[in-house]
């Protein structure tokens, strides 16, 4: 069970939300790296398929990539060649250049920590997969690439359409935890869930330096997207992020306890009637341009709110506004092993002070 309160005893600087005080505290997490599964929370649920005597445990120790026929001891590697669960941590800091895009396989879990690991050019791709935790990671940099041909999941190889650049692009996929990584700069969008996708959590993550950063919900004609179920939790938003924090079509969202730093056209957005509870969360205006926090999509011909958006708590500064919209409260109906406090959005500083990739040092506290 998550602890009742997210506020643990400070280490350091730190303060830990619902989440982190769950392993953070622990200075032996090094050796019991698996007990991270049991501190997600949100839609994603406890992550307890990604753990067990079944899991192979596979180590990262070489940066290079080959896309069409990795080698041992590649990321590309364990995600493809190693079969069943697998849990991939990294020998030592590298920054490993993607030829293309990594398709991520079920059961898999890529655990940045205790080590600086940078990931740029292909980034990587969640295909209809399912109990997926991706953590600890430095993204950034994800460009487009050229339809073609990639060793996939299970060492199959698989042919891929045109990749727009994304971070991290999910696609008819559930169960997936996004959790302490930063991501920055790529030519598309930083997290994409789209067809389909569902059960997922956003965590503890820094997205800065990026205009389209989230997108929930494929296009508006995707109706397949009202299931989808997100939740975006003890995330920073900024600096320099300018619009889709998160941006959200037909489905529904709970985003809580997260630090806004300005925007340049909206913070929070959404069409096709979706529904949005901002709950506990501090908004920062940027000092010009627009204070509004949410996307102006109303319905031009009668001038009523087309998506359901709800805020509870939130904390607006710096002149920041906005204008619910819709009508009934939003509720995301979380069951036990989902549900996690939401706290004051006057600590959210606090909350948010370890967000994006963790400096993590085995024998001691992360």
Same mark, same amino acid.
């Given at each position: 069970?998550?602890?009742?309160?997210?506020?643990?005893?400070?280490?350091?600087?730190? $303060?830990?939300?619902?989440?982190?005080?769950?392993?953070?505290?622990?200075?032996?997490?090094?050796?019991?790296?698996?007990?991270?599964?049991?501190?997600?929370?949100?839609?994603?649920?406890?992550?307890?398929?990604?753990?067990?005597?079944?899991? /192979?445990?596979?180590?990262?120790?070489?940066?290079?990539?080959?896309?069409?026929?990795?080698?041992?001891?590649?990321?590309?590697?364990?995600?493809?060649?190693?079969?069943?669960?697998?849990?991939?941590?990294?020998?030592?800091?590298?920054?490993?250049? %993607?030829?293309?895009?990594?398709?991520?396989?079920?059961?898999?879990?890529? #655990?940045?920590?205790?080590?600086?690991?940078?990931?740029? /050019?292909?980034?990587?791709?969640?295909?209809?997969?399912?109990?997926?935790?991706?953590?600890?990671?430095?993204?950034?940099?994800?460009?487009?690439?050229?339809?073609?041909?990639?060793?996939?999941?299970?060492?199959?190889?698989?042919?891929?359409?045109?990749?727009?650049?994304?971070?991290?692009?999910?696609?008819?996929?559930?169960?997936?935890?996004?959790?302490?990584?930063?991501?920055?700069?790529?030519?598309?969008?930083?997290?994409?869930?789209? %067809?389909?996708?569902?059960?997922?959590?956003?965590?503890?993550?820094?997205?800065?330096?990026?205009?389209?950063?989230? %997108?929930?919900?494929?296009?508006? #004609?995707?109706?397949?997207?009202?299931?989808?179920?997100?939740?975006?939790?003890?995330?920073?938003? +900024?600096?320099?992020?300018?619009?889709?924090?998160?941006?959200?079509?037909?489905?529904?969202?709970?985003?809580?306890?997260?630090?806004?730093?300005?925007?340049?056209?909206?913070?929070?957005?959404?069409?096709? @009637?979706? @529904?949005?509870?901002?709950?506990?969360?501090?908004?920062?205006?940027?000092?010009?341009?627009?204070?509004?926090?949410?996307?102006?999509?109303?319905?031009?011909?009668?001038?009523?709110?087309?998506?359901?958006?709800?805020?509870?708590?939130?904390?607006?500064?710096?002149?920041?506004?906005? /204008?619910?919209?819709?009508?009934?409260?939003?509720?995301?109906?979380? /069951?036990?092993?989902?549900?996690?406090?939401?706290?004051?959005?006057?600590?959210?500083?606090?909350? $948010?002070?370890?967000? +994006?990739?963790?400096?993590?040092?085995?024998? @001691?506290?992360?």
């Amino acid at each position: 069970m998550v602890p009742k309160t997210c506020l643990g005893k400070k280490s350091g600087l730190a $303060t830990f939300n619902a989440i982190d005080v769950c392993w953070r505290r622990n200075p032996n997490w090094i050796n019991s790296r698996e007990d991270i599964a049991k501190c997600s929370a949100g839609f994603a649920g406890k992550m307890f398929n990604n753990i067990g005597k079944d899991v /192979n445990k596979y180590v990262v120790t070489d940066p290079s990539d080959n896309a069409m026929s990795p080698k041992p001891g590649t990321l590309r590697y364990g995600v493809t060649m190693v079969p069943g669960k697998v849990w991939i941590s990294f020998q030592k800091d590298m920054e490993i250049k %993607l030829e293309r895009t990594l398709v991520v396989g079920s059961y898999t879990t890529i #655990d940045g920590r205790g080590a600086i690991v940078h990931i740029t /050019n292909g980034c990587l791709m969640l295909y209809k997969v399912t109990n997926v935790i991706i953590h600890g990671l430095r993204i950034h940099h994800c460009r487009s690439q050229p339809a073609g041909s990639v060793m996939g999941p299970g060492a199959k190889l698989l042919p891929m359409s045109k990749m727009d650049g994304d971070a991290i692009r999910m696609l008819g996929s559930t169960k997936v935890w996004i959790d302490h990584n930063t991501l920055y700069r790529s030519e598309d969008g930083l997290i994409d869930v789209t %067809l389909g996708s569902t059960n997922i959590t956003i965590s503890n993550n820094w997205f800065r330096d990026h205009n389209k950063v989230m %997108l929930l919900g494929h296009d508006d #004609d995707f109706k397949d997207d009202k299931n989808m179920k997100v939740t975006v939790v003890y995330n920073r938003f +900024g600096p320099n992020c300018h619009q889709r924090m998160p941006r959200v079509r037909h489905g529904y969202a709970h985003v809580a306890n997260n630090l806004y730093l300005g925007w340049e056209v909206y913070a929070i957005g959404g069409s096709m @009637s979706p @529904s949005i509870k901002s709950e506990s969360n501090l908004f920062v205006a940027p000092n010009s341009g627009t204070k509004q926090v949410l996307m102006d999509m109303n319905d031009k011909s009668t001038g009523k709110g087309i998506w359901n958006f709800k805020s509870v708590g939130d904390v607006l500064e710096n002149g920041a506004s906005f /204008n619910e919209t819709g009508s009934g409260f939003v509720k995301p109906n979380y /069951n036990n092993e989902e549900r996690f406090p939401v706290e004051s959005g006057r600590i959210v500083r606090q909350l $948010t002070r370890s967000a +994006g990739a963790l400096r993590c040092q085995g024998g @001691s506290i992360c």
